[in-house]
């Protein structure tokens, strides 16, 4: 253990300790030492603060916010006891403060640039990009500082931008689409949000499961496809999502007709098919390139983006750097959900504005639309940003058992979480329910009760149609009885994990006369993008007999097209997909959902993590863990370093 952190050939043994001991990833100690060779005057404390944020990056923070991890080190880290001890006892021996960390930062060296504040992006610096770059108060891997400035540039400027398309019928089109202003419907924040959204350069829409944000969108569209035809794309970070915005504004489309209003479902045919945001920017297999950037910009007016929680800092920066600044960005998500499994929670900083406006908007709003704001929702210093950020309250879709769970989650209410989880267990609630692993017969429990819901998807395997038409139908069948039910794990390896859980299915639901992994019933994941085949990592298909006997992967594309199919040779390295990780989950929905959660803590057990696994499920949620634990997995939550709220609203202390 070194005695000061001045020693720099300690520090390096130390990480390299670290490392072996499985505590920090192979890319810390190497960092260090990288840098350690570049400079050597470089500052000892600066070697330490470098390897630390690159752990950081690892667990999703895009910087290093120094006072706050020096304020609760093991918050942010969640090591093993043992290191925690570790850390601290090496902390102590350092002697040294903050101050100490930060004036190290503050001397800086070749390594590090000062970018405090507003100052301009390093690729408009003279001189050699250096690998780190201190705010002042946070320190960065350089690629994430410039990509932070980026998004809070162009976030800010869009979001003042006003594309001019209303229309003098635009406001009567609204009253028709959501009935008059001054009824306060349910359908106000929906109102709000197409006036809102109607002329502004961003806008982002959020709101829970069922609270009507597609249902939203639909509605703009027409709006703006009325007041003035333009190019529209509609994409998502899932090829899952993408197929789930389809067949939601499908549902408009429907509505639409219902009612006699053919002009309007007229209108939003013209809408093309939702895509994948990996797609859509162009990506190539096996490179993080994408064709469209800032100099080969995607050629749109308006841009819709669903599930925006799952984008990551840098397929952000992006996404607002290939779209022109003439088009018009629309976001949609949920802040409350799961952020990418990569660096970043964009679409969580961007909700941490005021829900507030100006008193100049609220005045426009009234004279062209017609809708009145609340008057404690008036500011004088909104900012463009904040205006640009609407919150659908209400749910549509999702009431009673799932709903209220939800909302407990939310809020992190660990008593009534337990306490609707341990009454479903006693009072048969259908749709909650609630298994102890370690009791007894718990785990065999679990394990039969999800080969029963398996089978009974499967059920019409045989006997294969061998007429096309019959054909097509029997596999859109089956694909939509596939989709009913899933597992959800919150690890990936081990028995309580996706390939435990996968393993013991495989060995259970394959069918008698098949070895190895392609047989007819298997649920598949991609886990690659192959923009050619049209697949994209994160697809779900399912392997099936064409009309000739010979298997393929099907995948569902919507209700305006066939399903896809594939040759299993052309998915390489696809995997089963009985149980899928929380993370893959996300942007799907199932009827019924049966969480695996493993009995010992671990640092992916977040409240993010449960309320994305509980709001996949529209019927029935079944919860294997502990209930003890929850309390403690609730507590753990929002905690990703970014300085990019602080970018974003300078005007709002605290952040
Ligand atoms: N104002 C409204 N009036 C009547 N029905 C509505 C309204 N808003 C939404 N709905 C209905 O509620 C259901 C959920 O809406 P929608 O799919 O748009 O929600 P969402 O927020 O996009 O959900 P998710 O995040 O789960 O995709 C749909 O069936 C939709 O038709």
């Known amino acids: ?150 998004i809070a540039r162009q976030l800010q400027s869009r979001a003042s931008t006003t594309v001019a398309y209303f229309s003098e019928g635009s406001a009567t089109l609204l009253t028709r689409l959501f009935g008059p202003a001054s009824s306060s419907s349910a359908g106000d924040g929906q109102r709000l949000a197409c006036a809102l959204a109607a002329e502004r350069g961003f806008t982002l829409i959020t709101g829970g499961p069922g609270s009507g944000k597609t249902y939203t969108i639909a509605r703009l569209l027409v709006l703006l496809m009325q007041a003035a035809p333009r190019r529209v794309a509609l994409a998502a970070p899932t090829g899952k999502a993408a197929l789930r915005m389809d067949t939601a504004l499908r549902q408009s489309v429907d509505d639409f007709v219902r009612r006699g209003d053919d002009d309007l479902a007229d209108l939003l045919r013209q809408v093309p098919p939702a895509q994948t945001l990996h797609r859509l920017l162009g990506a190539r297999p096996g490179t993080r390139r994408l064709r469209h950037d800032a100099h080969r910009p995607l050629n749109f007016d308006l841009l819709v983006v669903d599930e925006a929680s799952m984008i990551q800092h840098d397929l952000m920066a992006a996404l607002l750097r290939a779209t022109p600044a003439r088009s018009q960005l629309i976001l949609l998500g949920d802040p409350d959900q799961l952020a990418s499994v990569e660096a970043g929670a964009v679409l969580a900083e961007i909700c941490r504005g005021r829900a507030v406006y100006s008193p100049a908007t609220a005045e426009d709003l009234k004279r062209r639309w017609g809708i009145t704001l609340a008057t404690d929702s008036l500011r004088d210093d909104a900012s463009a940003l904040e205006e640009a950020v609407v919150r659908l309250g209400s749910s549509y879709r999702f009431d009673g058992p799932i709903a209220k769970l939800a909302t407990a989650i939310r809020s992190g209410d660990a008593e009534r979480v337990i306490g609707l989880l341990a009454a479903s267990a006693t009072v048969g609630d259908s749709a909650l329910g609630w298994i102890d692993p370690r009791a007894g017969a718990g785990r065999a429990n679990f394990l039969e009760l999800a080969e029963r819901a398996w089978r009974s998807t499967q059920t019409r395997l045989e006997p294969v149609p061998s007429g096309e038409t019959e054909h097509a139908a029997w596999v859109r069948e089956l694909l939509e009885a596939a989709d009913t039910f899933r597992i959800l794990c919150a690890l990936r390896e081990g028995p309580w994990g996706v390939a435990g859980i996968n393993a013991r299915m495989t060995a259970q639901l394959r069918p008698p006369g098949y070895s190895g992994d392609w047989y007819p019933g298997r649920p598949v994941l991609v886990r690659r993008n192959d923009p050619i085949a049209g697949v994209y990592n994160g697809d779900l298909g399912l392997v099936l007999p064409d009309t000739q006997g010979r298997l393929q992967v099907y995948f569902s594309r919507g209700p305006q097209l066939a399903p896809l199919r594939l040759h299993p040779r052309r998915l390489g390295d696809a995997t089963s997909a009985y149980a899928l990780t929380v993370h893959k989950a996300q942007g799907s929905e199932f009827q019924r959902v049966l969480l695996i959660l493993p009995p010992e803590d671990s640092p992916v057990l977040s409240r993010e993590l449960l309320y994305t696994a509980v709001t996949r499920a529209r019927r029935e949620f079944i919860a294997v863990t502990p209930l003890e634990t929850l309390g403690r997995i609730l507590g753990r939550h929002g905690r990703r370093m970014s300085g990019l709220a602080t970018r974003l609203f300078p005007e709002v202390s605290g952040h």
Do not use: N
């Not at 190497?30 to 500052?43: G, Q």
């Open 1 to 150: 253990m070194p005695h000061a952190p001045r020693d720099r050939s300690r520090i390096l043994e130390l990480l390299d300790d670290w490392h072996r001991a499985g505590w920090l990833g192979p890319l810390e100690p190497v960092l260090a030492r990288w840098l350690a060779e570049r400079d050597p005057d470089i500052a000892p404390e600066l070697l330490f603060l470098a390897a630390i944020t690159v752990h950081l990056e690892g667990l999703g923070h895009t910087g290093l916010d120094v006072p706050a991890f020096f304020a609760q080190p093991l918050y942010y880290l969640d090591w093993p006891e043992q290191a925690g001890e570790a850390l601290e006892e090496f902390l102590a021996q350092t002697g040294s403060g903050p101050e100490t960390w930060q004036a190290a930062l503050i001397r800086g060296g070749r390594m590090l640039a000062q970018h405090h504040d507003c100052s301009p992006p390093i690729s408009s610096q003279r001189g050699p990009e250096t690998p780190l770059v201190w705010d002042g108060r946070r320190l960065y891997l350089r690629r994430h500082f410039r990509d932070e400035w980026e």
